[in-house]
């Protein structure tokens, strides 16, 4: 692990190497970083009892045909989460719940602040972030919040989940990891920009930002399948990340 770890904190080095920035706009990065450490992961995990509360619930669907499409999809990730806590679960169950489950919610949560920047595009604040390089550092940060946010809630002394080597893989392995799979999202965001302001309603809007982190969705479901059968799994679905980048 201590290995693992090592070789991860390189790529995190040398993703830092490749966006080259001329410049950072710390105050935009920092508060990008904060937003999905507190507000992007404390959403998710809300979100995520939802849907586990609505997989539970008996009642009809009632309403017109968006919101009854709204709790369909919201029981159907209900159901893909489940699928990976589930002791029955056969592998691919688990592959599909990690892909639809944790890969999607997990990757567009760490979106959400450049889907604000692409929508609000015309605002004098939003401009300077619209550079292909600045905008990818602004996914890389958000990535990076999230990766922090969740080793501080999810896996600290206080949640019940806590171990000395796990805390080491956290840290050095699956926070750099979330930042680098967010470049590769803020890479395909932005050239899905002009699709996404396009978008004439929120549902199409939705769609293309599903289709956003549709790839590394993917990626990360596989890297959740896989990881826990070798660390060296992981570390090859990372090189996979940066050639994807």
């Given at each position: 692990?201590?290995?693992?770890?090592?070789?991860?904190?390189?790529?995190?080095?040398?993703?830092?190497?490749?966006?080259?920035?001329?410049?950072?706009?710390?105050?935009?990065a920092?508060?990008?970083?904060?937003?999905?450490?507190?507000?992007?992961?404390?959403?998710l995990?809300?979100?995520?009892?939802?849907?586990e509360?609505?997989?539970?619930?008996?009642?009809?669907?009632?309403?017109?045909?968006?919101?009854?499409?709204?709790?369909?999809?919201?029981?159907?990730?209900g159901?893909?989460?489940?699928?990976?806590?589930?002791?029955y679960?056969?592998?691919?169950?688990k592959?599909?719940?990690?892909?639809?489950g944790?890969?999607?919610?997990?990757?567009?949560?760490?979106?959400i602040?450049?889907?604000?920047?692409?929508?609000?595009?015309?605002k004098?604040?939003?401009?300077h972030?619209?550079?292909?390089?600045?905008?990818?550092?602004?996914?890389?940060?958000?990535?990076?919040?999230?990766?922090i946010?969740?080793?501080?809630t999810c896996?600290?002394?206080?949640?019940?989940?806590f171990?000395f080597n796990?805390?080491?893989?956290?840290?050095?392995?699956?926070?750099?990891?979330h930042?680098?799979?967010?470049?590769?999202?803020?890479a395909?965001?932005?050239?899905?920009?002009?699709r996404?302001?396009?978008a004439?309603s929120?549902y199409k809007?939705l769609?293309?930002?599903?289709?956003?982190v549709a790839a590394?969705?993917?990626?990360?479901?596989?890297?959740?399948?896989?990881?826990?059968?070798?660390?060296?799994?992981?570390?090859?679905l990372?090189?996979?990340?940066?050639?994807?980048?």
């Open positions: 692990q201590t290995t693992t770890a090592g070789i991860h904190s390189i790529f995190f080095c040398g993703i830092r190497h490749f966006l080259r920035p001329k410049k950072i706009l710390w105050i935009p920092v508060v990008v970083c904060t937003f999905t450490a507190i507000v992007g992961l404390y959403a995990l809300w979100f995520q009892t939802i849907a509360d609505a997989i539970q619930s008996n009642a009809r669907l009632t309403g017109n045909w968006r919101i009854q499409l709204s709790v369909i999809v919201v029981k159907a990730i159901w893909f989460y489940r699928l990976t806590d589930a002791e679960s056969s592998l691919f169950e592959f599909v719940g990690f892909i639809g944790v890969g999607l919610c997990e990757e567009f949560t760490k979106l602040p450049l889907f604000v920047i692409v929508v609000f595009r015309k004098r604040w939003a401009k972030l619209l550079s292909f390089r600045s905008f990818l550092v602004m996914g890389f940060f958000s990535g990076l919040g999230f990766g946010g969740e080793a501080l896996y600290s002394l206080s949640s019940g989940n171990g796990s805390q080491i893989q956290r840290w050095f392995a699956c926070v750099p990891s930042a680098i799979y967010t470049v590769i999202d803020s395909i965001l932005w050239m899905l920009a002009p996404l302001e396009r004439s929120i809007k769609f293309v930002c599903v289709l956003t590394m969705a993917i990626l990360h479901g596989i890297y959740d399948t896989f990881c826990c059968f070798s660390n060296m799994v992981a570390v090859l990372d090189v996979a990340s940066l050639f994807l980048m």
